[in-house]
Structures are given as structure tokens and as C-alpha cells.
């Protein structure tokens, strides 16, 4: 019998000062609660129980042990209840990562939906770039992430993708720009403005699909932050590429326009999880594809094969 059943044998013993009382107490036979008894006094080395003619109270040893032995009975307990309300979703914790632009949209309305049905579970985020975030996951660092995968390659081991949609570009012009006011544009009509980029190399920017497929922009200023990319868009420096999800969070003295659909570049978008993902990560994956499900029909998600 293991040790935490030793305990509440002796407890029940102590509580009852008889074996016989223990017993009935705990459903078991007097001789199976004597040999528990003896077995936990032959591990502690020390007599637990001084026998009387009826019944049995506790030695100095006994003493000893008491608040110990309640000790191990009220963590076990504490364990117990912790990891049912892991399993109800009453509790526990969710460590959860996304890149900047998913926090615009994705993920705080599958959050705040999340936190309605689940209150009792924290959410922790951390934000950075999708390469960050798989490395967490598969060191299991993280329970789920939101991320925009390489389009070649296999997910890292010990991570699994959950397509939640195909996330277009729009493009950012400044107010007064000549095609403000048209929708959609082809990239070609833009072939000769400067594009504010992410990074040095157009691979590892939003350009990635539009560069497979033969486009090469004209590239002006490198800027990483989003408000400076549409800060010097404002300025008339140059125009920029902005994720579909993000198009609700851009400043009024930008305008954003949509792009043909031969041409616009799409941006895969998965939730990360390990192999056997947690209930939490569980719950939390439905609640992204409920809300990219939702956003696949808000402005900016134009239907494929349709201009306009």
C-alpha cells in the first residue's frame, strides 16, 4: 500500500483511538488497518500507538508524526483538487505566444472569449517572431502559439500546426496618395514606389509570396516597428505592406487598399501546439478557429478569385 494511504490509516487511527473505529471508519478490516499500522511503525522505526486495554492512543513518536502525516493528507488534497480543475478548465495556467500582428485581432478576441468561458484559467503571452515561439514550444516552454510557418519545410519536432487561415496584404498609402481611393491595385501599379520593409532581405518580410512569384519591389527604408513603417507612410515616405489582420489598428491618416487577387500575397497563419496539447491549449484552439472563421469575413479577407 503506498505511502499516502499509510498516513490516513494512522490518522484515522488517531482520530478514532481504535483500530476498530478506523476501520469502520474507512471501510477496510481491523487486521488490515493493524498491518498498515505496523508497517508504517516499522519504517518510522518507532512505535506510533501505545495499545490499551481499549483502544490505543498516540506516543511521543506518534505526536511527532501528526502534523506531519495531516500535512501530506491536506497537500494531497490540494494536489487532487488542483488537477481536477485542470481537467474541468476551472483553473491552471496557459502559457500562450503570437506575433505582433496576430495580438491586433486573433488573439485578444479568442482571449477575451476564452477568459468568458474560463475565468478561472490564466492566460500568460509573450510576443515575438513565429522562428521564437516554435523554439519554445518544442522545448516546452509554451503550451500554444500562434504563428506564420515557413511555407517549405516540416514544423519543428514536437510541434504540430493547426491551419486557422490564409491571411492577405493590404497595401498603406498615405492620405493624398494618387491610388488612395482605388480598390484593388495590381503590384505592377506600384512597381516604382519606395516599400518600407521589415527587413534587409525581402524573404524575410511580408513580400515573401509576392517575391516567389516573380515580384521585386523597390525598397527604400528598413523600419521593424509597425509604428514607424506607418508613421513614414503618413510622412509620404513610401508605401508598405500591412496584414489584413492588423488593417483595424491603422492610424486615420493612412489609407488602406486592397489587392487585385491575382497579386496579393497571402500569409499562412496555424496555431502551434505540442503533440498532446493541454485541455487549456485545447479549448484556447477552438476558440482561435472561431475567431479566424469570423475575421475570414470582416473587411480586408477578400474572397479568392474575386476582385473587390
Not at 472569449?113 to 514550444?137: A, D, I, N, Q, Y
Not at 492620405?175 to 512597381?191: I, N, Q, T, Y
Not at 509597425?226 to 508605401?239: Q, R, S, T
Not at 487585385?260 to 493541454?278: E, K, L, N, Q, S
Request: with cysteine; glycine share 10%; proline share 6%.
Amino acid at each position: 500500500m503506498n505511502g499516502h494511504v499509510l498516513y490516513e490509516v494512522f490518522l484515522a487511527v488517531a482520530r478514532e483511538g481504535s483500530f476498530t473505529g478506523a476501520a469502520r471508519a474507512l471501510g477496510y478490516t481491523q487486521s488490515a488497518v493493524s498491518r498498515q499500522v505496523q508497517s508504517l511503525e516499522d519504517g518510522t522505526g518507532a512505535a506510533l500507538f501505545e495499545r490499551l486495554p481499549r483502544g490505543v492512543r498516540l506516543t511521543e513518536a506518534g505526536r511527532v508524526l501528526l502534523p506531519h502525516a495531516e500535512a501530506v493528507r491536506d497537500r494531497l488534497a490540494a494536489a487532487g483538487a488542483e488537477l481536477a480543475a485542470l481537467r474541468t478548465l476551472e483553473g491552471g495556467l496557459l502559457r500562450l505566444g503570437s506575433f505582433s500582428s496576430a495580438n491586433a485581432a486573433l488573439v485578444p478576441r479568442a482571449q477575451a472569449s476564452f477568459r468568458e468561458r474560463h475565468p478561472g484559467v490564466s492566460v500568460t503571452r509573450t510576443e515575438g517572431p513565429s522562428v521564437k515561439h516554435l523554439g519554445l514550444l518544442a522545448a516546452g516552454e509554451l503550451d500554444l502559439a500562434v504563428v506564420s510557418p515557413a511555407a517549405a519545410g516540416p514544423p519543428p519536432e514536437g510541434v504540430t500546426l493547426h491551419h486557422l487561415l490564409d491571411e492577405p496584404m493590404l497595401v498603406a498609402l498615405a492620405r493624398g496618395h494618387a491610388r488612395a481611393g482605388r480598390r484593388p491595385v495590381r503590384l505592377a501599379e506600384l512597381a516604382g514606389e519606395e516599400w518600407i520593409v521589415g527587413a534587409e532581405r525581402l524573404e524575410d518580410t511580408l513580400f515573401r509570396p509576392a517575391v516567389a512569384a516573380g515580384f521585386r519591389p523597390r525598397t527604400g527604408l528598413v523600419a521593424y516597428d509597425w509604428i514607424a513603417k506607418l508613421g513614414a507612410v503618413a510622412a509620404g515616405l513610401g508605401v508598405t505592406l500591412v496584414p489584413a489582420l492588423a488593417a483595424a489598428s491603422v492610424r486615420r491618416d493612412v489609407t488602406l487598399v486592397t489587392i487585385h487577387p491575382d497579386d496579393v500575397p497571402y500569409r499562412r497563419i496555424c496555431a502551434a501546439t505540442p503533440p498532446g496539447p493541454t485541455v487549456a491549449a485545447t479549448a484556447f484552439l477552438e476558440g482561435l478557429r472561431e475567431t479566424a472563421e469570423a475575421l475570414r469575413g470582416s473587411r480586408g479577407f477578400p474572397r479568392r478569385g474575386r476582385a473587390g
